[in-house]
C-alpha cells in the first residue's frame, strides 16, 4: 500500500488502483474546494482516501467512525451509478459535500467536537437530520449539473411516484430509518432526495442552506424543531406539500396482472418453450410457471441470492444467471455466473467470474459466454466458450477480450448473430448500442437511439428476443422530462442484426414495464409492474400498447479509442512525493459511544451492549475497516433483563439463576478485536464484569469463522472454531449450586472456578426470508458441533483426592465430589475428568402454516420454527422446541417521531421439550467412553413448558444509533408439572 498527500486527503492505494489514485491526486482538492464553497464552509479538513480493489461493485463512502474517512471499492460503474460524465469524482464530490454538510456546528457545538469529542461529534447527524434526509441532500449534491446524478436518472424517484398512484405516499416518519423489507432502502433514498429538491425549489436556496445551518445547532425540538424554526411551518405540512407536488404520468392505460400468486416478486422475466421463468428477489429463488404442469402453479428451479440479470441461449434450452456474491467482509461482493440447463434442469460445471453475461455463438455455431469482467477499475467485455452436454469436461478458454477507458463501460450483452455481440455502451451518462464481431477486429459499429425529435436515450436492460418474421432487441427507458415510468421500446433488426428501427412505448402503466418480453404465441407483453409493495406479473396485448417512432443514429467511430493500453500509472505518479503506507499512524484516531459499553462477549451471536455509566472506544487500524478494535469500560448499568418466577423446574431455575448472576456484575472493562482481511473472520477479547461484592467473571474468548458459499450464494457451509477460558466466582453449572456455591469477596483466580472450553462447528444452512415479512421463513439448518471441556476447578479436586489415595490417606474431599466425579477417582487418566462429545442441531424454517394470504401489514400466514439439539449442552440429552407465529404486523414507522423507530412486532406461541440428567449423579457424555449414550439416557427425566413471546424490533433514530437494532422480547412461560410459570423481558443492543 502507498500514500500520496495533498491539502486536504491521504490518498491510500494499492498497485491495482494507481490509475484512480492519480486521478484522485489531481482532483480531489478541487473538488473540496467545490463543495466547501457551495456549503459556505470555512472547515479546513484533511483525512485518508483509501482506493480498495476488493470488490466488485463500485461505491465511495463517507463515514465519521471510529474517524473521518472516504472508503472507495475501485470497480466499474454499474446501471445505478453510470449517471456522470465522470462516474468517480463525481460520487467522490458528493461524499466531501456529504462530509463538510455533517460537520456544520454552531460556535457552542464546534468547542465541544475541538476540546471534548472530537470530529465525530456532528450535531446535524447525531440529533437533528434522519439519515434519509442527509442522503437525500447528497443526492441533490450530485445532480447539480444538467442530465447527471440520480435526481436526473428517470427511475430514482419512480417509486414516490408510484405509492401516490396508490395512495400509499410514506410519512416522513416512515422513511428516517431504512427499511429492512421490500422496498428497503430505495424507499428512503428517493424520498429524501425528494423532498431536498422540492424544498430547494420551493422556498428557494438560502431558506435551504438555513436548514443546515439550524441542524448545526441543539434544538429539544430535534428534527422538528430545526425545520419549524427554518420555514415557520411544521415539518407535517411540509411533507404534505411535497407529496401534493410529486409529478404523475398523464397517459397512463391499465394492464392486466397475474393473480396466480399474489406475493411473488417478479424479475428478469424471460419467456422459454419450458415456460416462463423468473428471479423472485423476495424468496431468493428463481421459479417458472412450466407449461406442461397441470395444476399452473410456480415450481421452484433453483435457491438463488442477488441475481442481478439473466438470459437466454440462442436456442432457449440453457439459462444465464448473472448475480452478486457477498464476500465475508460486511459490504464487498463477487460477481459471478453460471448457466442452467433447462432441458435436464441442472447446473453446468463451469462458472464465469463476469457479470451481465449473454449466451451467444460463434460462426461455426458453437456456444460461447459473453460478458464483463470488473475485477480490476476498468471494464473488460471477454469471450470464453462454453462446454454444453458431451463437452462439459473439455476446458474454458477465452476467446475476445476488449478493455475501455475509464467512464466507458459495457452493459447488457446480448447475441447479434453468429460470432457477433450487441450491447450498450455508456460513455458518461450518455449510452450508445454497438454491435462487433468478436472473432475479428473488435468494435464495428454505433448507434444513438433517439426519440422522435432526436433527444438521446438513456436505454438500459437490453435483451434479444428471437422472432419468427423479424428479430429484434428490447430495453427500457424513461422520460424523465415527461415523469414516466420505465418504458419499453423495440430495436427491429435486418436478417444481419443491423438496427433498422425503432418504436418506443408511448404511454405508460402503473409500476412501469419492466423485464419486458413478447410473447410470440399470442403477441402479449409480458412485464413486472413495480408497484409500491410488490412486483406483480402483468399481461398488455401488444396490439393494445400505443406505439410512437423512435430514432436510430450511426455515428462514426473510426477516430475513437477504446483501449486502456496508453496509461502508465508509474510515469504519471512519479512526480508526486509516494511514500509507504503505514496502518499505525490511525490508531489513534477513534471515536466514542458514551453511555454504552460491552457487557458481554459472544462469538456467535455477536457482542451485547448495555447503557449505563460507561463508554466504548472504536479504532480501525486498517482505513479499509478490515480490523476492527474496541475498548469499553462501564460502572453500573441500566437494568435490561428482568424476571419474575414461581416454582419452576429445577433445570430452568439454574438458567434463570445464571442470568441473573450475570446481571449482578454490573461493572465491566473489555477490549475485542475481529480482522476480516483472510478469507477466515478472526475474533478475540476478553471481558471482566464484577460487582462490589467481590463477584467477578474473566473471560477470554477467540475464534475464527470461514463462510462458503455453495451453488448461487444462499447455500452456505460454514465452519466455525472457538476456544474460550472464562475464570469465575460462579461455578458453570448452577444445577450444582449447592455443591459449588457462589463465591464473593474477590478470592484469588486460583481460588475460583476455572472452565476451557474449545468448540469446532460445522454448519450447513439455506435459511432465507420467504415472503414480504421477515417473518417468514424457508430453509433448513443442519449441524454437528465437537467440543471439549476441561472443569479445571473439577481437575484440581480430583488431583488433590487422587493424591490423599495413593498415600493411603483419608479422603477428606468426599463431600466436595459429586457421585458422578467419584465414579472417575479409580481412573489412571485425565480423560475420565475431561469432556470430548460430538452433539448435533438442526433448525426448519416453514414461512407459513395456512394458505391466507397476509393483508396489507398484518401477517397471518403463521410461519413457524422447529429446532432440535442433541446432547449439545451438559445436563441436556435432548432438547425440542416448536414456535409458531400467531400474528404478525411490519409497521415500518415512528411510535415516537424523529427518536424511536418501529420494525415489526410478532405474538409467538411455542412448546419446549426437554430430556434433562442430573449431572451430579450421571457422568458427562464423552464420545471416549463405551456406551456413553447409554449413561446418558440411563437416568433422564422429561420436562416440558409452553410459552408466550412477544417481540417489537425498534431503531434509536439519532445518528449512529440508527444502526443499531433494538430486540425487546417479552416471554411468558407455564410450566404444568410443578404449576409454576416465569415471566421475562430482555433487551438487547446489538453494534
Known amino acids: ?19 484512480t489514485a492519480l ?46 474517512r472516504i472508503i472507495i471499492f ?34 457552542f457545538n464546534q468547542f465541544i467536537s475541538k476540546w471534548l469529542v472530537g470530529e465525530e461529534y456532528q450535531p446535524v447527524a447525531l440529533f437533528n437530520m434522519p439519515y434519509s434526509f442527509i442522503e437525500g441532500n447528497a443526492y441533490l449534491a450530485e445532480s447539480e449539473e444538467a442530465g447527471q446524478g440520480r435526481l436526473n436518472d428517470g427511475y430514482f424517484l419512480q417509486i414516490l411516484a408510484q405509492a401516490k398512484l396508490e395512495n400509499k405516499f410514506p410519512k416522513w416518519t416512515q422513511i428516517i430509518a431504512v427499511r429492512d423489507t421490500y422496498p428497503g432502502e430505495e424507499l428512503a433514498y428517493a424520498a429524501g432526495a425528494g423532498f431536498a429538491a422540492f424544498l430547494m425549489n420551493t422556498y428557494g436556496v438560502e431558506k435551504y442552506a438555513q436548514l443546515w445551518q439550524e441542524s448545526g445547532k441543539l434544538n429539544p425540538l430535534l428534527t422538528r424543531g430545526v425545520f419549524l424554526k427554518t420555514y415557520e411551518i411544521t415539518l407535517n405540512e411540509l411533507w404534505t406539500q411535497f407529496e401534493a407536488s410529486v409529478p404523475l404520468p398523464e397517459n397512463l392505460i391499465e394492464a392486466e396482472t397475474d393473480k396466480r400468486d399474489r406475493e411473488a416478486n417478479y424479475e428478469h422475466l424471460l419467456i422459454t418453450e419450458y415456460g416462463t421463468v423468473w428471479y423472485d428477489r423476495i424468496r431468493h429463488e428463481v421459479d417458472i410457471f412450466d407449461k406442461k404442469n397441470i395444476f399452473k402453479m410456480r415450481q421452484l428451479l433453483f435457491l438463488a441470492d442477488n441475481v442481478e440479470r439473466m438470459s437466454l441461449s440462442p436456442d432457449g434450452r440453457y439459462l444465464s444467471v448473472s448475480y452478486s456474491q457477498a464476500r465475508q467482509m460486511e459490504g464487498l461482493s463477487s460477481y459471478y455466473t453460471w448457466i442452467f440447463d433447462l432441458k435436464k434442469r441442472r447446473f453446468l460445471d463451469a462458472r464465469y467470474e463476469l457479470r451481465d453475461v449473454a449466451i451467444v455463438t460463434d460462426s461455426k455455431g458453437r456456444m460461447a459466454v459473453a460478458g464483463v469482467n470488473v475485477k480490476d477499475s476498468l471494464a473488460k467485455l471477454e469471450v470464453y466458450t462454453l462446454p454444453a452436454d458431451d463437452a462439459e469436461d473439455d476446458d474454458i478458454i477465452k476467446l475476445y477480450e476488449c478493455q475501455f477507458e475509464r467512464n466507458r463501460i459495457p452493459f447488457s450483452p446480448v447475441y447479434a448473430g453468429e460470432g457477433y455481440i450487441s450491447y450498450i455502451l455508456a460513455e458518461g451518462n450518455a449510452r450508445f448500442l454497438c454491435r462487433f464481431s468478436f472473432e475479428g477486429n473488435g468494435l464495428e459499429s454505433k448507434w444513438i437511439i433517439a426519440d422522435s425529435a432526436s433527444s438521446p436515450l438513456r436505454i438500459q436492460q437490453l435483451a434479444w428476443s428471437p422472432a419468427s418474421d423479424q428479430p429484434f432487441y428490447t430495453f427500457s427507458f424513461t422520460r424523465p422530462g415527461l415523469h414516466s415510468f420505465a418504458r419499453t421500446g423495440f430495436i427491429y433488426l435486418t436478417e444481419s442484426f443491423e438496427p433498422q428501427s425503432v418504436k418506443l412505448a408511448a404511454a405508460d402503466v402503473p409500476g412501469g414495464m419492466n423485464y419486458a418480453v413478447l410473447s410470440q404465441k399470442d403477441q402479449t407483453i409480458v412485464y413486472s409492474s413495480k408497484k409500491f409493495d410488490i412486483n406483480q406479473l402483468a399481461r398488455l396485448p401488444f396490439s393494445d400498447l400505443p406505439l410512437e417512432d423512435g430514432s436510430i443514429q450511426k455515428t462514426d467511430i473510426r477516430n475513437e479509442v477504446f483501449y486502456s493500453n496508453q496509461f502508465i500509472p508509474e510515469t504519471a505518479l512519479s512526480d508526486y512525493k509516494i511514500r509507504r503506507y503505514n496502518p499505525f499512524k490511525y490508531m489513534l484516531d477513534f471515536s466514542f459511544l458514551p453511555f454504552f459499553s460491552l457487557k458481554q462477549i459472544d462469538l456467535t451471536e455477536g457482542n451485547f451492549y448495555w447503557p449505563g455509566l460507561g463508554l466504548t472506544i472504536e479504532s480501525q ?18 437494568p435490561l433483563d428482568f424476571s419474575w418466577t414461581s416454582n419452576i423446574p429445577s433445570s430452568y431455575v439454574a438458567k434463570v439463576r445464571e442470568e441473573s448472576q450475570d446481571i449482578s456484575k454490573d461493572k465491566s472493562a473489555a477490549f475485542y478485536l475481529e480482522n476480516s482481511s483472510t478469507p477466515v473472520f478472526l475474533r478475540a477479547g476478553t471481558i471482566f464484569n464484577c460487582n462490589l461484592e467481590g463477584e467477578y467473571t474473566l473471560k477470554l474468548a477467540a475464534g475464527g469463522q470461514w463462510s462458503i458459499p455453495l451453488g448461487i450464494a444462499l447455500r452456505r457451509l460454514i465452519f466455525d472454531v472457538q476456544y474460550f477460558y472464562s475464570i469465575s466466582t460462579d461455578y458453570y453449572d448452577q444445577t450444582q449450586a449447592e455443591l459449588r456455591p457462589s463465591l464473593a469477596d474477590w478470592p484469588s483466580l486460583e481460588e475460583a472456578y476455572a472452565l476451557s472450553q474449545l468448540s469446532m462447528k460445522v454448519q450447513y444452512t439455506n435459511i432465507h426470508q420467504y415472503g414480504y415479512s421477515v417473518f417468514e421463513k424457508r430453509g433448513l439448518t443442519l449441524g454437528l458441533r465437537i467440543y471439549s471441556m476441561w472443569d479445571m476447578y473439577e481437575v484440581k479436586l480430583l488431583r488433590q483426592a487422587r493424591e490423599e489415595q495413593e498415600g493411603n490417606e483419608e479422603i477428606s474431599r468426599e463431600e466436595e465430589l459429586t457421585n458422578a466425579q467419584q465414579k472417575n477417582l479409580l481412573s489412571d487418566s485425565m480423560e475420565e475428568i475431561t469432556q470430548l462429545n460430538a452433539g448435533f442441531f438442526a433448525t426448519i424454517a416453514i414461512p407459513r402454516l395456512n394458505p391466507l394470504h397476509n393483508i396489507k401489514n398484518l401477517v ?3 410461519p413457524a420454527l422447529l429446532k432440535a439439539e442433541f446432547v449439545n449442552k451438559a445436563g441436556t440429552a435432548l432438547e425440542a422446541s416448536s414456535e409458531v407465529l400467531l400474528i404478525g404486523y411490519e409497521m415500518h414507522d415512528s411510535i415516537i417521531p424523529a427518536v424511536l423507530y418501529t420494525r415489526r412486532a410478532g405474538l409467538w406461541f411455542g412448546y419446549n421439550m426437554a430430556l434433562v440428567y442430573n449431572t451430579a449423579e450421571v457422568r458427562l457424555p464423552d464420545i471416549r467412553h463405551e456406551n456413553y449414550l447409554a449413561e446418558v439416557f440411563t437416568d433422564i427425566s422429561y420436562t416440558y413448558a409452553f410459552y408466550m413471546i412477544l417481540n417489537l424490533d425498534l431503531n434509536i433514530t439519532l445518528g449512529k444509533l440508527s444502526a443499531i437494532p433494538i430486540n425487546t422480547t417479552l416471554i411468558g412461560s407455564f410450566f404444568p408439572q410443578s404449576k409454576g410459570y416465569q415471566i421475562s423481558l430482555d433487551v438487547k443492543l446489538h453494534l
Open 1 to 19: 500500500m502507498f500514500l500520496i498527500k495533498t491539502e486536504h486527503f491521504d490518498i491510500i492505494y494499492s498497485k491495482e488502483s494507481e490509475e
Open 23 to 68: 486521478v484522485l491526486v489531481e482532483q480531489a482538492d478541487l473538488l473540496y474546494a467545490k463543495a466547501a464553497e457551495k456549503l459556505n464552509s470555512k472547515i479546513n479538513r484533511r483525512m485518508p482516501v483509501i482506493i480498495s480493489p476488493d470488490s466488485d461493485e463500485l461505491s465511495v463512502d463517507y463515514t465519521a467512525y471510529p474517524y473521518n
Open 74 to 107: 475501485d470497480s466499474p460503474a454499474n446501471y445505478d451509478t453510470a449517471l456522470f460524465e465522470d462516474t468517480l469524482l463525481s460520487l467522490f464530490y458528493r461524499e466531501i459535500y456529504m462530509a463538510l454538510t455533517q460537520s456544520i456546528r454552531d460556535p
Open 621 to 638: 487500524t486498517d482505513p479499509c475497516s478490515n480490523t476492527r478494535m474496541l475498548l469499553s469500560g462501564g460502572w453500573t448499568y441500566l
Open 860 to 862: 397471518i400466514s403463521m
